[in-house]
Structure formats: C-alpha cells, structure tokens
C-alpha cells in the first residue's frame, strides 16, 4: 500500500475511533456524523465543500493507458532500461539459464 493509502485508512481509523469514544462518554448527539449533518443545515459552504471533496475522491478518473499497445511499449522500455530483456529487428529476448529467449516478436511493416 501507498503511503496516501496508509495515511488516509489510519484518518479513518482513528476519526472512527473518536466517534466511537464520543458516542460511548456524549451520546449520539456529540458524534461525528452529528457535527457533519448540523454543519450542512448551518453552512452550504461547508456541505459543498463536502460533496466536492467526495465527488473528487470518488468520481471516475479514466485510465493511464487508454490502449494495450502504449502500456506494453512502455514496460518493455523500462524492461530495457533495466537489461532485463533486449531487443533486435526480430522481437524481444529474455536471458534465461539456458540462454536467450524470444519472448515476443516486433511487427514488420507490410
């Protein structure tokens, strides 16, 4: 897991813990949903705010690669890069205990 991962399931963890606590010692009317439903009828700012952060947390991000063929030229670059596999006019290798191996061949311009 990312780091943002980490922080933002440890915010949820401790805010529902908080909750929990407060509830428990205050009652219902003391809890965090409370302070959030009270906020929104005081504030539309505040309720806006809310329902922005939500809908950029939440909506549709469309994705990196749009087609397999870019995402497969860049991994082999990074592979590449890295002499996990070379590359010659007939496709890409992989060392292997045996040797080489051909592991997907290049398109030839017809």
Request: charged share 15%.
């Amino acid at each position: 897991m990312k780091t943002t991962g980490i922080f933002i399931t440890a915010l949820f963890i401790i805010v529902g813990l908080y909750d929990l606590v407060v509830v428990v010692r205050h009652g219902v009317g003391c809890s965090v949903s409370q302070f959030i439903q009270e906020s929104c009828f005081v504030s539309p700012l505040f309720n806006g705010c809310i329902f922005f952060l939500l809908g950029h947390w939440l909506g549709y991000m469309p994705p990196k690669w749009y087609n397999a063929e870019s995402l497969i030229k860049v991994l082999a670059d990074k592979l590449i890069e890295q002499d996990y596999i070379f590359k010659d006019d007939k496709g890409f290798y992989c060392w292997t205990a045996s040797g080489t191996r051909l592991v997907g061949q290049t398109k030839r311009d017809s």
